[in-house]
C-alpha cells in the first residue's frame, strides 16, 4: 500500500488498511503480508500499530488463523 506524501496524515492508509483487512477476512484469506525497506521507520511503526507483526527486517504480516488481535472495522 502507498499514499501519496501530499495525503498522508490525513487517515487514508488506515482506512486503506482496514478494508484491506475486512476484504481480506470476509473472503477467507489467511495471511496478510507487508513489505516496508529497512530504512522506512514511518511505515514500519505505521504497520506495528496497526496491528502487524513484524517478521524481518522487510515484511510485517497479520495471521488471520492465530486470531490474536483485534481490528475494529
Known sequence: ?????AF???GIFS????FAMKLARDNGVKYLR??????????KNTY??????QL???????DFTL?????TF
Do not use: P, S
Request: proline share 0%; net charge positive; hydrophobic share 30%.
Open 67 to 71: 486470531g490474536e488481535q483485534e481490528i
Open 56 to 62: 524481518n527486517d522487510k515484511f510485517y504480516g497479520y
Open 1 to 5: 500500500m502507498f499514499v501519496d506524501k
Open 48 to 53: 506495528r500499530h496497526m496491528g502487524m507483526k
Open 34 to 43: 507487508l513489505y516496508a525497506e529497512e530504512t522506512n521507520e514511518k511505515a
Open 15 to 18: 482506512k486503506l488498511f482496514k
Open 8 to 10: 498522508r496524515g490525513k
